[in-house]
Structure formats: C-alpha cells, structure tokens
C-alpha cells in the first residue's frame, strides 16, 4: 500500500482495520521528521477510505511502541529556535490529524511509549498496553519547554495532577500505573495483546459507523471549553443517524434477532 513516502512508515489494510506501523525498531521506533509527515499521509488516506472503519497503531517489533522523538535529528532539526518551530509543526500536524480523524483509533502498546509517544497514544481514541509497557515524558530532563496544547491533550486525559507528576518527576510508569491514572484504557498480558486489540477493532467495526461517528464528535466537542462547543453540530450528527439506512437496518435487525450489516449511510 503506497501511502507513505518513507519505509519507516508502514500502512497495511486488514479488511475494515487500517493498520499503521513505526517501523524504526533500531532506534526503539523513535519519530524523525520524515516519519511525523508520513503520520499525517498514513491518516489522511484512511480517512477517505470508505472500507476502513478503524485505526489501529503500533511499534515495530517487540521493545516499543514509539519511543519519542529521533534525537540523532536534533542537532539538525531542533538546535535553534526556527528548527525547533518547524519541526513541532511537522509532529502537531500529524498528532492533530490522528486526533481528528472521523473514524475510531487505537493505541497498540508494546514495551516503551515515551515522550512523542505519549503524544501519540493520547491523539488516539484508546490506549491498550501490555503489562510489561513503560510511559513517561521526560521533557524535564531533556530541558525541553512543552507547548500547552500537549499539556491540556494529557491533562484531559489524567486530570491536572497526575499530568503535573508524570511531567515534574519525567519518570517512567508501570502499565498498572498508567492503568490507574487513566492514561490507558486496558493492560492486557503481552501475549494477550494483539489479539485483544483485533478484538475491540473487529467490535468497534462492526458496529454503525454513523453512530460511532456521531460519539467521538460529541466527545470532542464535550472536550472544548463551553464557549467554543459546536453543540449544533452535535445534533447534526444525532439527527444523521436516524435519518441513516442504518437505523433502518439496525432496527430490522434486531426485530429479526439477527446481526446488523452496516453500510455506513
């Protein structure tokens, strides 16, 4: 599937799941810049795809899901000011269009998902991490300044103490702890993991797209401060589904005691 530009990115379609993998394993799937724009390509192709109807993303091999930013870039990249603007547009660029995107998205997480990654896994509508997962943002040690649109996006998450914790001590957390801040969603064994995640993917797909739509604007609308709130556009997709075929078809469905088919319309 030729979406992105560099291999380090990997999309692959696996029926209604589109796959998204950070294949840079050498370096514990630290993000460059090449990677964060091929994020963004990756997203933007899922999204027109009418097949696809979740996103699930992952680290190559078995040591992390992504372990922040590719540092061998930032002499280069992030040494001054002007580099360092430059590249966060290029990372929040791709982290807003995950965040965006209309269709559910989820974290798969193996080994460490540090400092970029976190990012990423919170642009994501779920986070299921193995037991054996770390987390951290160490921007503290690095003496990096974190821009408050990344605070709020952890702090919606966790709440204001715990993001205060996890940025004031740049320690890394247990998957259990991660668990009990709310920072993921489920802590499976290692083993469990993939199969977990094709799980609550194949549920999730299977399940009307209008209405699973509807939810995750809501959600994102409900996020905002109140004077910024589209609550018309929240109707609007409320009102969508019951005007769809498949409110029809769900209704009949269910009448019949059979399973629902989707069409999305």
């Excluded at 380090?8 to 840079?24: L, S, V």
């Excluded at 922040?68 to 269009?97: L, M």
């Excluded at 649109?149 to 890394?172: C, H, N, W, Y």
Aim: hydrophobic share 45%; aromatic share 8%.
């Amino acid at each position: 599937m030729a979406i992105s530009k560099t291999d380090k990115m990997i999309a692959e379609k696996d029926g209604p799941i589109g796959w998204i993998t950070f294949n840079n394993p050498e370096r514990r799937n630290a993000v460059s810049m090449a990677m964060w724009e091929a994020l963004g390509d990756i997203v933007r192709a899922y999204q027109a795809d009418d097949a696809i109807r979740v996103i699930v993303l992952k680290g190559a091999g078995d040591k992390a899901f992504v372990s922040g930013a590719d540092i061998s870039e930032f002499e280069e990249k992030r040494s001054s000011a002007e580099t360092t603007k430059v590249y966060n547009q290029a990372s929040g660029r791709a982290n807003d269009e995950l965040l965006h995107v209309g269709k559910p998205t989820i974290a798969m997480i193996r080994g460490f998902c540090i400092g970029g990654g976190v990012s990423v896994a919170l642009s994501c509508d779920m986070r299921i991490a193995a037991e054996s997962a770390k987390f951290g943002v160490p921007a503290a040690k690095l003496g990096l300044g974190y821009e408050a649109k990344g605070v709020r996006k952890l702090m919606d998450v966790v709440g204001p103490s715990f993001a205060k914790e996890i940025f004031f001590t740049a320690r890394q957390f247990t998957a259990a702890e991660a668990l009990a801040m709310g920072l993921i969603n489920r802590a499976v064994p290692e083993g469990q993991l993939e199969a977990c995640v094709r799980d609550y993917a194949g549920m999730i797909a299977a399940n009307a797209p209008l209405t699973v739509g509807s939810i995750k604007t809501i959600v994102g609308e409900m996020t905002k401060d109140e004077s910024t709130r589209d609550l018309a556009l929240c109707q609007q997709v409320v009102d969508r589904c019951f005007a769809s075929e498949d409110y029809v078809e769900g209704r009949t469905a269910f009448m019949a005691k059979r399973k629902p088919v989707f069409s999305g319309r």
